[in-house]
Every structure is written in C-alpha cells, then in structure tokens.
C-alpha cells in the first residue's frame, strides 16, 4: 500500500478546525494516510519548492483543479494505494498557491466555492476519512 501525505500550511489557529483534523487524522493513520505541517512562516515560494522536490506524485488543492465527487474520489484514492509511489496533497498558504508556481496538471479542487485554507485542510482530511470508508464498505457514506 502506498503513502498518502496531506501537506499543510501551518497548523491551524482555529482549535476547532485543528480538533477536526487531528480527529480524522487518527482514524486514517492506520489506512497509510498522514498529515504534515509545515511552518506557516516558510514562505509561500519555499513551500511551493520544498513540495515540487517531493518523491511521487504532487497534487495541489487549487479551485481551479479537477473536481470529483466522493465516489470518484475514494476511486482515485484506491488507484493511489494500488499504483504503490507516494501521493501528496498539499493545502496551499492563506493567500494561495503563488501564479505559475504549480502544475496545471496536477490540481485537484474540493468545490467551486473557495474555503479558508484551514477550512479547505478539514474536508480534505474528512474525504480522505470517507473515501477510506467507502473502500472499506461501512455504511458512513450515506449517498
């Protein structure tokens, strides 16, 4: 089973969205899926690099990305565990991903509204915890 890391800018301010990572966090732990935080003080260029020199794939939360629904989703997360390289998800900084800085091809979006990046850092946690559900077959996703 490959690696799946979630990549954040910084570690939330806001207890109640760092509550909801940390308890999501937990229960995807097992199923090979971790969080890492990174320095809101690096700067929004630094982290941009630091992630491009990644082993893997890269894939940049961004609205402008593809979009998927739950079941798709938990699709691109198994063909994640199946095509055995590591997977990165990266939460942008608070003002976002710096223009040309990433890959158009590589760019995934939780919705056309825009979130706070801290927010965004919850339900991505949250579809990973549902897509692991789905594959799994338990009744937690109720569509």
Do not use: C
């Not at 095509?83 to 939780?110: F, K, M, V, Y």
């Not at 559900?133 to 996703?141: D, P, Q």
């Amino acid at each position: 089973m490959a690696r799946v890391t979630v990549h954040l800018h910084g570690v939330p301010k806001e207890k109640a969205n760092r509550e909801l990572i940390e308890m999501y966090s937990k229960r995807i732990s097992s199923r090979g899926i971790r969080i890492e935080y990174h320095s809101d003080k690096m700067g929004v260029e630094a982290y941009a690099s630091y992630l491009g020199k990644r082993k893997g794939t890269v894939i940049y939360l961004d609205e402008g990305g593809e979009m998927l629904d739950s079941l798709e989703f938990s699709s691109r997360v198994q063909e994640w565990n199946i095509a055995g390289d590591e997977t990165h998800l990266a939460i942008g900084p608070a003002q976002g991903w710096p223009s040309g800085s990433i890959p158009t091809n590589e760019r995934l979006s939780l919705s056309k509204m825009t979130y706070p990046h801290e927010l965004a850092s919850v339900l991505l946690v949250e579809q990973l915890y549902r897509a692991t559900e789905i594959l799994r077959g338990s009744a937690y996703h109720k569509a």
